[in-house]
């Protein structure tokens, strides 16, 4: 089993900018796709961006491109997801999920879940 823990929330002004991380530990990390989702308060969690298992492809939700860059490292287990240009909209608990086989945008694509990082963006 891979367990993941989410790091690098917090409260940025709107315009700011903060990275995610997402550290596993367990299994190889390098054998998973990885995405990022968030959920807003009263809002499903939805999908934020993905990255296939060696890191040459990456896919975003619409609202992000652009400003969101999804990156990992294999030899630090690690995922990034670095959020430019942040707008009070972005504000959720953001959560970092694997994959075994490569994922679509949905959430029962992902076999296993970090426990989320809240990031507030002020107006």
């Known amino acids: 089993q891979v367990q993941l823990a989410e790091s690098g929330g917090g409260l940025v002004q709107a315009g700011g900018s903060l990275r995610l991380s997402c550290a596993a530990s367990?299994?190889?990390?390098?054998?998973?796709?990885m995405g990022w989702f968030r959920q807003a308060p009263g809002k499903e969690r939805e999908f934020v961006a993905r990255i296939s298992k060696s890191g040459d492809s990456t896919d975003y939700t619409d609202p992000v491109k652009g400003r969101f860059t999804i990156s990992r490292d294999n030899a630090k287990n690690t995922v990034y997801l670095q959020m430019n240009s942040l707008k009070p909209e972005d504000t959720a608990v953001y959560y970092c999920a694997g994959a075994r086989i490569y994922p679509g945008a949905a959430s029962s694509d992902y076999n296993f879940w970090g426990q989320g990082t809240q990031v507030t963006v002020a107006s």
């Open positions: 367990g299994r190889p990390f390098s054998l998973y796709h």
